[in-house]
């Protein structure tokens, strides 16, 4: 597919719902009692995944184009699907289902495409072993297909996680739900917390202390309404293009403002980039955001922030790629093991077009600014690398051919179009 270009972005967005939300929307309203509703629910392949995979563990679920229904019974009212659970590229549907199903009363297979076969799953397995759940991979490995058997009688845990990781802190909590008595998990660092808030929300009882998070179960949570904000993971696409493209000006609306999110606007500020933050929701934890052409400065990225943009590096990336002087990112080896190994699938896509940019062990080195070309790259199948690249393509003057660009279908069906709504409002 050929990329679009751009002399200039103009125009208001509103970029599509927020990924992690969507997902536990679902989750939370099948194990909870009673109806939950879900406004703004993301359409994208990943969060049908789950839809579907509930579906099939015998919930009703209604979609009436706008709004999603469920219609929980508690965990105890799930059933066992009549065949394996096919849950696509979605890396927080299999790892937090696992935590859910481990105290189900059947046996589930959940199975993902090629790339969510190859990611790591002991990081939740052996937590979740300890909790004396069952579950295993394939062949006794860490890999997909996972089959769990559910137990009736779940220890709960005492747990210093090892990774920052908001899928195995999940996975965990989930589990504790259904666990008797209290679970304690210290986090390694603050990664996004919308399990915690939503086990609040569906009537539960959770307490946070910094990085200690303790639970007490068993626990029956109750369906409630759910209206879900913008995905700053998203919106941070739109809000480097604006600050990179010459004479750019972007408005993006009901923009997820989430604390243990909002990194991506830190390290923009800490650039120097033309940024502000109007319309702000307290209760929805959203607001809108304006991005103009900026004037950056390479930064340092490393430490506890890494949790909270690690979604947005790649990008991130890029619009170093734009800036003066070297930015270094640091402590982000979790990227490794996301859809795609995303330091190494970062540097070398951009490098194809120019870029200055070394990958290392745990992060990448940036040198800028340059002034990107064309060339022929691919997502490699990962929706946020496809993304990253047509935000890059922007700038060339000559053409980007991008192979492989229906994975950004994976969170953001309505992409490429969204981008050329800006570059047509955009023109003279
Ligand atoms: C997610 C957590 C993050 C993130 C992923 C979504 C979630 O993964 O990369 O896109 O919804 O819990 P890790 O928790 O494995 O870092």
Known sequence: MKLVKAKKLRGTLEVPADKSISHRSIMFGAIAQGTTTVHNFLRAEDCISTLNAFKDLGVQIEDDGEVITIHGQGVAGLKAASHPIDIGNSGTSIRLMMGLLAGSNFETTLFGDESLNKRPMNRVMLPLRAMKADLNGENDTEFP???????????????????????????????????????????????????????????????????????????????????????????????????????????????????????????????????????????????????????????????????????????????ATQAHGTTVIKDAQELKVKETNRIDATANELRKMGADITATDDGLIINGPTKLHGATVSSLGDHRIGMMLQVAALLTQDDVELELPEAVAISYPAFFEDVKSLTLEGSD
């Open 145 to 319: 297909p996972i089959t769990i058997r559910g137990v009736q009688a779940l220890s709960p845990i005492h747990y210093e996680m090892p990774v920052a990781s908001a899928q195995v802190k999940s996975a965990i909590l989930f589990a504790a739900l259904q666990a008797q008595g209290m679970s304690t998990i210290i986090e390694k660092e603050l990664s996004r917390n919308h399990t915690e808030e939503m086990i609040r929300q569906f009537g539960g009882k959770i307490d946070v202390t910094d990085k200690t998070i303790t639970l007490t179960g068993p626990q029956q949570l109750q369906g409630q309404e759910v209206v879900v904000p913008g995905d700053i993971s998203s919106a941070a696409f739109f809000l480097v293009a604006g600050a990179i493209v010459p004479d750019s000006e972007i408005h993006l609306t009901n923009v997820g403002m989430n604390p243990t999110r909002t990194g991506i606007i830190e390290v923009l500020k800490q650039m120097g980039a033309n940024l502000t933050i109007e319309e702000e929701d307290q209760q929805n934890q959203s607001a809108d955001v304006t991005i103009r052409t900026s004037n950056l400065q390479g930064t340092v990225i490393e430490g506890d922030i890494i949790p909270s943009l690690i979604d947005e590096i790649p990008v991130i990336a890029l619009l």
